[in-house]
């Protein structure tokens, strides 16, 4: 399995093993070397020509109206993101000024402002007052930015810093591209600390916990190279999520540090039995590559399992990392032997006694009173799914960027303040957009505009009826206004609404606007930010259950073919699920604000990597039940021998994630590796206490279940031994 010591078959059945692809990589292993180190510079070169996508919109199905919608707004007026600036305290002739500089920035498509809005020869009385009180009131002003690419594409991001040199202290730029902006510069910021946080605390927990102090160095150095390949080859995909990249690295470190663990230790076994260090070597890659092939299958299952997701970023993040586990493996099987061997005499001058404790009695007493760990099992399940079932899920992408936003500088927090100063100066939390048919006759588009006006939470609606009407013919409304709002038969209206993105009340004013658009035009769409975030709330629940399925189906279907046992998968996958559930369920209870991705993220990523402690188990137990022990023997030789390499590869990932987690600004990052480092524990927990008293309990059932184990064969197999 993942990590652990290889069973004592003897010295002879050992150098049979010794022979085929780990001599190979013996006899090779310099030719390794200096290949691991050539293809540094293709990935190297892959790695910083790979493109990072911050707008989690984005990922959203085309399939979806808000989807359409945006590409229509693109295709026909072409326009792309928009923000809001806002501005206090400046004079008419400054405004004028800003909007000037504004409007000569590269790719800013359009510029609406009160002067845009207002034709000069028409008096400002005749124009309705909420058109005036939408863009000035007493002590402020509001910019309307259109731009004419995504809101996150390289443009628009350019722009969006152009026009903050331009401003003052005075003026706020609100909106998803600012967002971006800031999101993109605070994750550049950390991202190279996450590696060095997980690296340094993962070095010092295998220091510890293992009996070398030199070769976690070269554990490090082997799976850096496997990271820095992955990251290279993403050059493929043209571009990745930001949170992948912001993860992937921790991430791999995290699940594949066992390969290297198991290497370590049955070289170790073969040394101290007498190997000669090359051909002990040779025996450790040949037993590692056919250990680790079912646990790496389970953790790769995991990670596929989210290309089921309709949001595609969950494709971005599972193929990326399915990617990281198999280079993780290979890496394992070849560099880390060369290095080991090419630093021999090191590792052998700064061996020591691992710290981890004997752990037989602790084993007597779990099969002595499993019938305790049961009980506590089942008293646990229950708050476990009511904690689970009351999970807080935020949809708010700013609590997902700045989880402490108060507490950053100010360079990073520059679109949060902008958000307030909207929602202070103008009640504006989020603004919708509506693109209806142009030739909606004047009367019916104005009455339309002043229903969606009299919805609740709605502050002001800009259109062109808003605009123009019974007292300022259409013709009369500026041109450049004109071809803001109307382009290709289509009009475009921004409606201001004064409700949070996500929340319940929001969602209800979107379906009330799109209900009295519809009276006027069937075809028209409501598209920005807050009709996206309601899509996405629909899709991502579908999302969460099919993932789930599938991961746990994959998961099961692993076990069964490589444990040979129809009551073994379902034993593993429930226990592994109760640790998955336990660890979401302390964060319902702690009412703990959880983006969307993470309870996705959290179920595969428990599930497909710390399934593989129970696997190491079972195995063991099966192993010594097919030898013809019974069970309680069985059980405690499983748990005595396998529990040590749990805890190693346990506490290593727990210290590759929860420095990151305690140390991220960005909100989802710092709460998924948070949770991440808990559920490692958990799952380290489930499987020590609970997983032994669990065979104990259904030893009968999964004796009659599992090849091998089945009476005659446990007969047949005690008298070989003999």
Partial sequence: MKSGRSIDNGPKLERDRSGG????VVKSRYVILVIAVLLLIPSIIGYQ??????DMLYYLPDSMETVKGQDLLLDDFGKGAFSILVTENMTTGEMRKLTSQIEDVDHVDSVVDLASVIDPNVPTAMYPKVIRDNLKNQDASMIVIFFDDSTSAAPTINAVGEIRKICTKDCYLAGMSSMVVDLKNLCEAEEAKYVAIAVVLSLIAMMAMLDSLFAPILFLISIGLAIIYNLGSNIIFGEISYITKAIAAVLQLAVTMDYSIFLWHSYIEHIDRGFERHEAMACAVNATLTSVSGSSLTTIAGFLSMCFMSYTMGI???????KGVLLGVISSVTILPALLLLFSNTLVRTRHKSIIPDMSRLSVRLTTKYGIYLAIFALLLIPAVIGYNNLNITYDFTKMVASNADDLPAKYTQFYTAQNKQKEDFDIATTHMIIADADIPDEEGEK????????KGTKTV????????ASVPREMVPKKLQDSLIANGHQLILVNSSYNVSTEKCNKQIDEIKDVVAKYDKSAKVIGEGPATKDLINITAEDFKMVSFVSILAVFL??????????LPIILVLAIEFAIYLNMGISGFSGLEVPFLVPVLISTIQLGSTVDYAILMSTRYKTERSYGRAKREAVEIASATCSPS????????FAATFGVGLYSNVGIISTLCNMMARGAIISMLTVIFVLPSALMAFDGFICRTTRGLRKKDRIAAAEAQQ
């Avoid at 692809?21 to 190979?24: K, L, M, N």
Wanted: glycine share 8%; hydrophobic share 55%; net charge negative.
């Fill in 21 to 24: 692809f780990g001599r190979a």
């Fill in 49 to 54: 020509n790979t493109k990072i996508n911050y």
């Fill in 316 to 322: 971005d993040l599972g193929i990326v990392m399915a």
């Fill in 448 to 455: 339309m505009l002043h229903e969606i006006q009299d919805i």
């Fill in 462 to 469: 800009l259109g062109i009826d808003s605009v123009a009407g």
């Fill in 558 to 567: 692993i076990i069964f073919f490589v444990l040979q046992s129809a009551s």
């Fill in 646 to 653: 749990i805890i190693v590869s346990a506490l290593s990932f």
